[in-house]
């Protein structure tokens, strides 16, 4: 599928979206990365995009598999530490007969076909977001719910959730007795949510906040807690079965009104923090190379500016042109790095999708699927992780 062929609707910092009919549009994942909010970078990760395309769809495949869920049910049995709730366990059973919704479509060359659904950008006026767009909203069209929902199985060092659980009532939110503190583990996830559609994320610290945002009900968002939380109880129980520990996370939904809530945009390492062998192998280990840069401490400064003078939307602006501070370029070694960091990725949760979805006459095509030609070790990769980015 050429992209030429379509309307381009928005590029973003690391995908672009075409218009394919009316009802679908083509996710087409590029080569860029962005980290700490900034957009696009200055280096293109080889075969990134690709990595990310066929995470993504074994991902929407899987969770759509009744089967997988069966199997996530099974493995619960006689498990002390996976107690679930009883709206948990009615959602479970209701994946295990028909299967997770997601918007996805079908996979086309380095295209993801996904179902089109509404957004409603909220307006900035007079120093902060205006969602009365929401109210306004087409009842009968699927319409994206603008929050990030962000799991977490635990605290690891340097994770944002510590800036902000000194407020009690947080904490209550949060489910919580006490602060949390680094080294904290959870059997089941804190859940969290942010703003999707702000220039910058804003964590929502109150129910009637995040009623505000999304125009809904209290049931609403009890029902969409209960999504995240028996997603990422399975999403962590498949990282087991390839000996990878899944710490956090963030899903994205959509609400359709005959199918109800519907995952949507993508699952794969730029949306996971994910440890092999004591390693973090995802995007975090972009994030943690620039971590103690010039560059990011400016990105700081800027945002307490912007925040500080009601410019919210123009923290980048004022990182660049008031404070002069730009991200560096990576090396040739930590690119390569990066690469081979994604490029095992997509073969190793690929090739573990295929083993659950049971032997199709497809399974020969493995390594032609994934055009790389030859099969890169974890190991390997964890090893020039530690060598190259020091994490």
Known sequence: MLATQYKLLKSGSVKDIY??????????????????????????????????CIIGQAFFELLEDPKFWSEFLLSLEGNADSVLTKSERILLLRLKDSGLNTHYKRREGDFLI???????PPEFKAGSYDYSSYQNRDTQRPFLIPLECIFRFGV?????????????????????????????????????????????DRYLCSLDEIKRVCDCESEFIVELTTYNLVLAKALKWFFSLIDFELWDGKFEWAYHPQKGFMLIDSIGPDELRLVYKQVQISKEVLRQYYKESDWVKSVGVAKKIASSSGRDDEWKKICQSELNSFPEGLSKKVLLVVEEMYMSLAQNIYKKVKELQGPTNQDEKFFS?????REIKLEDVVKDIQSEIRI
């Open 19 to 52: 218009q394919i009919s009316k009802s679908e549009v083509g996710f087409k994942f590029s080569d860029r990365y962005s980290v700490f909010d900034w957009g696009e970078m200055p280096d293109l990760i080889k075969n990134k995009g690709e990595s990310l």
């Open 114 to 120: 996904v179902e089109k659904v509404d957004a409603y």
């Open 156 to 200: 690891p060092k340097g994770s944002s959730i510590l800036k902000r659980v000194d407020n009690l009532e947080y904490q209550k939110f949060l489910g919580l007795n006490s602060p949390p503190k680094e080294g904290d583990t959870y059997s089941s996830p804190l859940i969290e949510f942010s703003t999707k559609l702000e220039a910058e």
């Open 369 to 373: 699927d994934i055009r790389w030609g």
